[in-house]
């Protein structure tokens, strides 16, 4: 029998069969000796040893597709990262972050702004000209009006997605409007401070019907950056690649170099400013890492 691993306690791993439902299974001996370790959503293969009490043991681990660190899952295949439009004011620095990190793993990232009720059009707007040539999907959403939910909701459908974005932004709201049988906490957002309670406790993948999985992660507030070299980093942009085969020098890192395209494109207003000043705060700081 096949299954995905929706959740993983003290040794115990929760799979989700089409046939069977959500089976209690332990991970065979075998896994310990290759150095292996069952990560959620994993997809497995297990035998039944009670089919009353629903509890088997996994025998083996089918080739994963991918893999995150954090959160620990494996196959994705698509990152959903939300912000508010304005409370909390979104950390585009933190936003560039996670898009970078997604983007080095080769895992097609959704943003979602989310708030649109609490916010002015010029704001969107502002937001959506920085990421509209990211390569990314952009998805306005209020879980007040209703505001772009069912286009969403459509985006996840028959997908393994994880959910991040910082605290108090409205990511468990947006998950419970979306898929109210998978009843997310809701963190009370401080009044007084605009900012988010930590609700999330643990990875688990919340099964949705016809082959549509979602994972809540904990709200995050700062993300290292991906270990690739400095030189790298301009190829993980993708408002840069119209550009920068035009440049005058081979392996323009497209800071300080003459006749630069994409340079040019910032200067015409084809690249967006924010994202290009977060690609240079990037370089400096692979830099300064490289040397320390």
């Known amino acids: 029998m096949q299954g995905k691993i929706i959740r993983g306690i003290a040794g115990f791993y929760y799979v989700h069969t089409p046939q069977?439902?959500?089976?209690?299974?332990?991970?065979?001996?075998?896994?310990?000796?290759?150095?292996?370790?069952?990560?959620?959503g994993d997809n497995v293969l297990l035998s039944i040893l009670d089919e009353e009490n629903k509890t088997g043991n996994i025998t083996q681990i089918v080739e994963r597709q991918n893999q995150l660190i954090r959160?620990?899952?494996?196959?994705?295949?698509?990152?959903?990262?939300?912000f508010a439009v304005s409370f909390p004011k979104p950390n585009l620095n933190l936003l560039d972050r996670f898009l970078l990190m997604?983007?080095?793993?080769?895992?097609p990232t959704i943003i979602c702004f989310n708030k649109t009720d609490d916010s002015d059009e010029e704001a969107i707007q502002e937001l959506i000209s920085n990421y509209e040539n990211s390569g990314c999907d952009i998805f306005l959403t209020s879980t007040v009006t209703g505001q772009g939910i069912e286009t969403f909701r459509e985006a996840l459908f028959g997908k393994t997605s994880v959910f991040a974005g910082p605290s108090g932004v409205g990511k468990s709201s947006v998950m419970n409007v979306l898929f109210p049988e998978a009843n997310m906490e809701t963190g009370e957002i401080s009044e007084k401070i605009k900012r988010g309670k930590h609700t999330t406790r643990h990875s688990e993948l919340f099964y949705l019907g016809q082959e549509t999985y979602v994972m809540d992660t904990p709200?995050?507030?700062?993300?290292?950056?991906?270990?690739?070299?400095?030189?790298?980093?301009?190829?993980?942009?993708?408002?840069?690649i119209p550009y920068q085969d035009q440049c005058r020098f081979q392996g323009c890192v497209h800071i300080n170099e003459?006749?630069?395209?994409?340079?040019q494109a910032l200067e015409e207003q084809k690249i967006a400013e924010k994202r290009y000043e977060n690609y240079k705060q990037f370089f400096e700081e692979m830099n300064l890492r490289k040397k320390y």
Not at 102 to 107: A, D, H, N
């Open 71 to 82: 959160p620990a899952v494996a196959n994705v295949d698509q990152a959903v990262v939300i």
């Open 102 to 107: 997604m983007e080095t793993q080769g895992i």
């Open 258 to 263: 003459p006749d630069c395209m994409v340079k």
């Open 219 to 240: 709200g995050f507030t700062s993300l290292s950056l991906p270990d690739i070299e400095k030189e790298e980093l301009k190829d993980y942009y993708e408002e840069f």
């Open 20 to 40: 069977a439902g959500i089976v209690e299974c332990k991970a065979k001996g075998i896994f310990r000796n290759q150095k292996r370790k069952p990560l959620v």
